[in-house]
C-alpha cells in the first residue's frame, strides 16, 4: 500500500489548523519567528517545515510545564 508522504511545507492555514487558532494569529506567529518559516516570491505568502512547528509545540509545552512546576513550589 502506497501511503501519501507528509507535506514537505505547511501552509499558515495548514498551521492554524494544526494548533486550532486563527489565521492571523498563525501568520503572527510565523512572523515574529516563533515558528520559523520563510515568505514565498515576498507576496506575503509562508511556508513552514513541519518540524518547525514541531518545534515550536515542544518549546510551549515544556513552558507550560515549567510555568506549573514554578506555581506549585
Not at 486563527?22 to 516570491?41: C, E, H, K, Y
Request: zero cysteines; proline letters at 5%.
Amino acid at each position: 500500500m502506497n501511503e501519501a508522504a507528509p507535506p514537505r511545507y505547511l501552509t499558515v492555514e495548514d498551521v492554524a489548523t494544526s494548533l486550532r487558532v486563527t489565521v492571523p494569529t498563525a501568520r503572527a506567529l510565523v512572523r515574529s519567528g516563533d515558528i520559523s518559516g520563510f515568505q514565498v516570491d515576498g507576496r506575503g505568502l509562508w511556508r513552514v517545515e513541519p518540524r518547525s512547528l514541531s518545534a515550536y509545540v515542544a518549546r510551549q509545552k515544556k513552558a507550560a510545564k515549567n510555568s506549573a512546576e514554578r506555581r506549585t513550589d
